[in-house]
Structures are given as structure tokens and as C-alpha cells.
């Protein structure tokens, strides 16, 4: 069965420093989401990218963040410059179009800790 | 600001049990509802998906939604040790973009 996948599994950098969080989503699927959950806390809807643009992101993802589909299969997660708050698991979902349902697919995520 | 709730627990209950998780949502327009479980430092796995009022039923699991009062809920019959974990209740946006909405989690202890 096909799956969302992402690298690296886990992710530690220094403060101020960036990072790029990797997610290859299910083939036929048109839509993409990051999501992330500090630990303790909600999972939270951070962007959704369709037809190689952004079509809404939260108040989170300020001037730092950034996404990306740089080919085919990738879809990326740029931090700039990391900052302590942003250690969380962050997860990529993928959606396809035309879907009979709202079953959005989730990738193992990726845990960022930044010292 | 559009939010779910759900109880935190820890819901504690003997094996063989029915484990009862409840979420509400605050926004009208949210068309579809989702019960995942998470173990820890683990991505969300989709248990159920409801979209009408009513009961559906998967196995073990029932989740029932009630639009009027903005309510769902999860039925565990038959609890299993391994079925223990935090299990999150999320909604679409009322919005054209489908993202989801997610509650904090009802953490479920099934004791042996």
C-alpha cells in the first residue's frame, strides 16, 4: 500500500541555524499539508500547498518558514533560522484530488529539537 | 478561532470494557470528523472517519456524530491492552481547504 514517507526521522540543530524537512507523498495526491504538535500539546495545521503554491497557511508560519515541491515526488519544509519553540514532530499529509472522502494520509513525521 | 475539545483522562478501563471517548467542535461548517490514535512519538493513525449523523461501525469501534449538538464520539467495545493510547478527535474546516482541526487527546489506559 502507498505511504507517505519522511526524512530524516529525527533532526537536531543548533538555534538559528536551518533545516529542511523532507516528504515524498503518495503518488496521485494534488494536496499537501504540514502540520506540527509540540510536545504535550495539539496537533497544529501550519500550510497546505495545491497546484504548486500555497492556498492557506496559519499564523504560524511566519517570513521563517517556507515550503517547497521542488520536483515530481518531493515536498519540503524549510525553517530558516530555527528558534527553541520550533522542537516539535512535525508531519507532512497528502490528500488526493477528487476523493470521494477527506482522508488526508500522514507521513511517521520527523522530530526537530533545536538546542 | 475554530476549536475541539475532548476530556484529557487518562480513561482508565479493564480489558474487555467499553471505552467511551467524546469530542466536541465549535465550527458549524466542518463536514467531515476523524478519530485517530497516537502512541507516543508516533504520527496519528486514522481509526474512523464519519461524514453523517449517526452511527458507523468498523469492527471493534463505533463513531457517532451528531451535527445538531456539534458532538462525536468514539465507542471502544471489547477493550484491549494494545488498544491503549492517546486517541485524537479532529474536524475538517469549515473552509474549502479541508485542513484539520484537532482536539488535545483522551489518553486510554486498558488494564489487563
Known amino acids: 500500500e502507498p505511504e507517505v514517507t519522511q526524512t530524516p526521522s529525527h533532526q537536531v540543530t543548533q538555534m538559528g541555524q536551518e533545516v529542511i524537512l523532507r516528504c515524498v507523498p503518495i503518488s496521485n495526491h494534488l494536496y499537501f499539508y504540514w502540520y506540527r504538535q509540540i510536545l504535550g500539546q495539539k496537533v497544529e495545521f501550519l500550510v497546505s500547498f495545491y497546484n504548486n503554491e500555497i492556498s492557506e497557511k496559519s499564523e504560524i508560519f511566519d517570513d521563517q518558514f517556507s515550503v517547497e515541491r521542488p520536483d515530481g515526488s518531493n515536498f519540503t519544509l524549510k525553517i530558516r533560522s530555527t528558534k527553541l519553540e520550533d522542537s516539535a514532530m512535525y508531519f507532512c499529509?497528502?490528500?488526493?484530488?477528487?476523493?470521494?472522502?477527506?482522508?488526508?494520509?500522514f507521513g511517521p513525521g520527523t522530530r526537530l529539537t533545536v538546542l | 478561532q475554530k476549536e475541539v475539545e475532548q476530556n484529557s483522562g487518562p480513561l482508565s478501563v479493564p480489558e474487555g470494557a467499553i471505552a467511551s471517548l467524546n469530542c466536541t467542535y465549535s465550527?458549524?461548517?466542518?463536514?467531515?470528523f476523524f478519530w485517530y490514535r497516537q502512541y507516543s512519538g508516533k504520527s496519528p493513525e486514522l481509526i474512523m472517519s464519519?461524514?453523517s449523523n449517526g452511527d458507523k461501525e468498523d469492527g471493534r469501534f463505533t463513531a457517532q456524530l451528531n451535527k445538531a449538538s456539534q458532538y462525536v464520539s468514539l465507542l471502544i467495545r471489547d477493550s484491549q491492552p494494545s488498544d491503549s493510547a492517546t486517541y485524537l478527535c479532529?474536524?475538517?474546516?469549515?473552509?474549502?481547504?479541508?485542513?484539520?482541526?484537532w482536539g488535545l487527546g483522551t489518553s486510554l489506559a486498558v488494564n489487563p
Open positions: 464519519i461524514y
Open positions: 499529509a497528502s490528500y488526493p484530488q477528487g476523493a470521494s472522502t477527506d482522508t488526508q494520509y
Open positions: 479532529a474536524v475538517t474546516d469549515g473552509g474549502n481547504n479541508r485542513k484539520l482541526i
Open positions: 465550527d458549524r461548517g466542518s463536514q467531515s
